[in-house]
């Protein structure tokens, strides 16, 4: 079953957010265009190779996609962590293009596309590291379990090389239509029950309530400041942010658009962007509204938990963090 099941990481939408926000022109534009690009093609890959994952559902595995734990002060993260009674295993997915060769003495990868080569940290390493990590972390929990690691090529039209000699790069790179049999063999080399079902019911428990997500503020980590982030209402249909709040609609002074709700996207990349929480004051300013009245309605209508009353209340963000 899936314990854990995978969210849209909240860099994404962060960085979503801010792309839509900032100007055009900005000059850190491109470096963060560049970022999101790797991001989403690698959270496709997740998704693809989930698909398959999700053929394991049948059996005794318990699936968890995105676990982050923490060992002593360093916290890590787990792609997707398939756990059973007999093993547990470390999948890391990856989803490059063109050619890959993993390079056994220097321990990288090495990818080509079109003209140009480029060196990655080995995906082998990221992943053997994580099954340490999680060895450790089992162990504070009085947890022995043998263990194995896989790491899973999403793009099927890419061309997987390696060094002859890499051992590893053999048994442990594949794709992701194999992951079904790798796993069962596995299953049969770890024939022996390490856990009992209520050992390993105890263990997701923890490990639920262990998970850390990450917190990740898109204006620091880009060293932007607030002042550079466009504030206003988003028109959908041209683009440009300043619409104006009249008889209940939302219209756009430059293509006479209307809208209904589009200052749902603007309060939703608020709290991506800016805080977690919201005044009354603050939604005025960053939706360029007169009215503090048809703030609170507005905000009202959107259900969102609050602390305080009247002038004093604070709203706040539903789930992401
Ligand atoms: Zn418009």
Redesign the pocket.
Known sequence: MIVMERVQPHRILKNEALLRRLSKIHVKRPLIEAEQGKRIAGYQGELASDYYVKKLLQKEYLIFHGLRLQNADDFFQIDTLILSTKFFLILEVKNYTGTIYFDFKHKQLIQHVNESEKAYLCPILQAKRQQYEFTNWLKEQKIELPSEFLVAISNPSTIIKSDPQHYEAHQKVVRPQELVDKINTFSKQYAKDKLTSSELKKVTKILLKKHVPESYDALDYYKIPETDVMTGVQ?P??G?FGMKRIHGTWY?P??K?KHKDEHIQAIHDYFLLINSTITNKKLCEFLHLTSPYIASRLLAKMNLPYTGTKKGRVYMQKGIT
Request: net charge negative; glycine share 0%; aromatic share 0%.
């Open positions: 028109c249909e041209c440009v756009c430059s293509c658009a």
